[in-house]
């Protein structure tokens, strides 16, 4: 038992101070913390309800449309408090999506939904914006599903 403990503790020693030496001649940089996805209605202030998606693509695929229906959004409760719905604001790590294109739907005289487009015009802008969506999916732990 001492024979086959020795060889771990001798190599480990031995490597122990190479790593040392390697680790303080390197350059201190600064740390990448990943911001987590959301969408806003208010510039900076999240909404927590989980919106409907549906996706549709030309046929050569140089543009699409994302279309949203969040039923009975937060917003509607802390509007009046926080500011006017300016918008649809898709932000993560690489930066923010947005859209003016939203419309709220009334039943009774109460806000029940909004819906949004999206429109993406090219090809990069499709790729981004299925980007922020895998990135909204893995964070709210949601699915996609083809019909």
Do not use: H
Not at 98 to 127: H, L
């Amino acid at each position: 038992m001492q024979l086959s403990a020795a060889p771990r503790a001798a190599a480990f020693t031995r490597a122990r101070p190479a790593v040392r030496q390697a680790a303080a001649s390197r350059v201190a940089r600064p740390q990448i913390v990943c911001m987590a996805s959301s969408m806003e209605f208010i510039k900076g202030i999240e909404e927590p309800t989980i919106p409907d998606v549906k996706l549709t693509r030309s046929r050569d695929g140089a543009s699409g449309t994302a279309t949203f229906v969040f039923q009975n959004p937060a917003v509607f409760e802390a509007s009046s408090e926080l500011g006017d719905i300016t918008g649809l604001y898709m932000t993560d790590d690489e930066g923010t999506l947005q859209t003016v294109e939203v419309q709220a739907k009334f039943v009774n005289g109460k806000p029940d939904k909004i819906e949004c487009k999206y429109v993406m015009r090219s090809s990069f802008e499709w790729d981004r914006f299925l980007r922020f969506m895998e990135r909204y999916a893995e964070d709210k732990g949601l699915g996609f599903q083809k019909s």
